[in-house]
């Protein structure tokens, strides 16, 4: 096992990293999903006692993975905030801090279902706010799965917040999940809940535990 896998999707070469951050050498790009920021403030705010720096946590994930690889383009592949309520000051000091020491980062947001509630971000940011199915290259991005144009190689994308059960004694541990030239990413917000897949013939999934990620296997009839 390592903390990195290269894979060929439909002959684009990207890399699976085990933060579940996916990077595409070729075009400098870091492809993230489902940060959900500021989600343990709104749980705060309605009176449910989560702990804090979740959001923290989540950031310095990026901002290592953004120094490690040296990439000059982040995607967001949906679900930035939480909620509005997600905004609280500290959460937007955080965001602020991020961008403030990566000014030569383009940063991009593909809109996703937690977007469209948070309403309009400060004008400030520098942020590009993108609807799904917008392209780079052969690559299509969106929030949720969907299927993948004819005139495509590959669709990413975020939303289910995928896992794979591996055994009673593990449980299950968050995945890659590959169908039909989709990939969908699984969630890099610490404070996210999973969703189990059913790998079928033909999937391909691969596996993050402990700062490692490894290729799993379809079930057995």
Request: aromatic content about 10%; some cysteine.
């Given at each position: 096992m390592a903390n990195r896998i290269s894979i060929k999707l439909n002959g684009i070469e990207v890399c699976l990293h085990s933060d579940g951050s996916v990077e595409w050498p070729d075009r400098q790009t870091l492809f993230i999903a489902d940060p959900h920021f500021g989600k343990e403030a709104t749980f705060r705010r309605h009176g449910i006692p989560v702990p804090m720096g979740s959001t923290q946590g989540t950031l310095q994930k990026i901002q290592r993975r953004v120094c490690e690889t040296?990439?000059?383009?982040?995607?967001?592949?949906?679900?930035?905030?939480?909620?509005?309520?997600?905004?609280?000051?500290?959460?937007?000091?955080?965001?602020?801090?991020?961008?403030?020491?990566?000014?030569d980062l383009s940063t991009v947001l593909v809109r996703g279902n937690h977007d469209a509630h948070v309403g309009q971000l400060p004008s400030s940011w520098p942020i590009e706010i993108v609807d799904p199915f917008e392209r780079i290259d052969d690559l299509v991005m969106t929030h949720h799965p969907e299927e993948?144009?004819?005139?495509?190689?590959?669709?990413?994308?975020?939303?289910?917040?995928?896992?794979?059960?591996?055994?009673?004694?593990?449980?299950?541990?968050?995945?890659?999940?590959?169908?039909?030239?989709?990939?969908?990413?699984?969630?890099?917000g610490q404070f996210t809940g999973t969703h189990v897949v059913k790998i079928n013939s033909g999937d391909l999934a691969w596996a993050i535990a402990e700062n490692e990620v490894f290729p799993v296997h379809s079930e057995r009839p």
């Open positions: 040296g990439v000059s383009r982040l995607v967001i592949l949906g679900d930035m905030f939480h909620a509005r309520s997600s905004l609280s000051r500290d959460v937007v000091e955080s965001i602020e801090d991020f961008f403030s020491a990566f000014i993948v144009p004819e005139d495509a190689r590959v669709l990413l994308c975020g939303h289910v917040h995928p896992a794979v059960k591996v055994g009673d004694a593990i449980g299950k541990l968050p995945c890659f999940f590959y169908r039909n030239r989709m990939l969908m990413l699984p969630a890099i």
